[in-house]
């Protein structure tokens, strides 16, 4: 049967084929949005408990490593150019080792000075005690004559005078002294100020300055400090415990701690102490139940020496804590 042209409606026959194209492009574009649902490994290894805590009661949290100093950043007192570094990510320093140098020359030329009034008010000195010897021995020249006629008595006023204008001389030159030697000492200060040095024996863990760089005693650019550095040896770790499940945490007994994304990787942390302060929570896991607006208890594991290679400060660890006895319902993380 031949389609004539004529005889075609629009409503009977052009809607109804409008459709089902309609259905076919739809049907078509869903199915190619689908989501892909077939299973995959996850990205990261999730923690978990092993050993003894697997069957038991325990408190999960999640924490950060830290030197067991915790993170100490280190300022300058002075401003001015870094004309020395001395270390470098990685160095371990002992306490008092020079780390960082401004510059000096300001500071050695105001000790010049110092030092160069300090031979002048030294020769004023000699020359006011030689003056104050000279007019005390005049004036007594002329107290010891019996007779009143022999001198003047303007002779002995102005003899009088003498002395003690040089007596005046004398002190003016000793306070020059001692000001020209408080000005030297304040230049030394300063100058041993210029080198910044270890507060404490440990590790460098960050320098954010180089030789050239201006350094304010307001803090560098960008917020970052000048250097960070602690004592690693050991290391901690600080665990956030969720508020609601401080009330169960076993206080003093061994923790169990991976790395973030190798619970395979585990090790038995001992107890430090637990923080008198409840803080607002700012180590997350990720997880989707996991609540922000909560405060944590922060509790402090020494880990253990030969640990060191798998955790570095900074890091984000999952850690498991025996539960005490009778608080109720098992926690799995």
Do not use: C, W
Request: net charge neutral; charged share 25%; glycine share 8%.
């Amino acid at each position: 049967m031949a389609f004539n042209l004529r005889n075609f409606s629009f409503s009977r026959m052009g809607l109804p084929i409008l459709a089902v194209v309609g259905l076919i492009v739809a049907v078509i574009f869903i199915a190619g949005r689908l989501p892909d649902r077939e299973l995959s490994e996850p990205e990261r290894e999730p923690p978990r408990a092993t050993g003894a805590l697997a069957d038991a009661d325990r408190v999960a949290g999640s924490g950060v490593v830290e030197p067991s100093s915790e993170v100490i950043q280190i300022g300058t007192a002075l401003s001015g150019l870094v004309t020395d570094l001395r270390v470098q990510p990685g160095d371990y320093v002992a306490k008092g080792q020079p780390l960082f140098t401004v510059d000096t020359r300001a500071i050695r030329a105001q000790l010049q000075q110092s030092d160069a009034a300090i031979g002048e008010a030294r020769a004023a000195i000699a020359e006011a005690q030689a003056a104050q010897a000279t007019a005390s021995r005049q004036l007594a020249l002329y107290r010891s004559i019996d007779d009143p006629a022999a001198v003047s008595r303007a002779e002995v006023i102005r003899a009088e005078g003498e002395a003690s204008a040089a007596s005046q001389r004398l002190q003016l030159a000793r306070a020059r002294l001692d000001s020209a030697q408080a000005a030297a000492a304040s230049a030394r200060t300063e100058l041993g100020r210029a080198t910044v040095r270890a507060p404490i024996s440990g590790e460098i863990l960050s320098v954010n300055i180089k030789p050239g760089e201006y350094l304010s005693t307001m803090g560098g650019g960008g917020g970052a400090p000048f250097i960070e550095m602690g004592e690693t040896r050991p290391l901690h770790v600080r665990i956030d415990i969720d508020e609601e499940q401080a009330t169960r945490l076993a206080m003093g007994a061994e923790a169990v701690v991976s790395p973030r994304g190798a619970a395979g990787r585990q090790v038995k942390a001992s107890f430090v102490r637990a923080e008198p302060l409840v803080v607002p929570k700012r180590s997350l896991t990720n997880s989707a139940s996991e609540r922000v607006d909560v405060r944590v208890l922060q509790v402090i594991y020494a880990l253990p020496e030969s640990a060191k290679g798998a955790f570095r400060v900074g890091q984000q660890v999952d850690a498991f804590i025996p539960a005490a006895k009778n608080t109720g319902t098992k926690d799995a993380k």
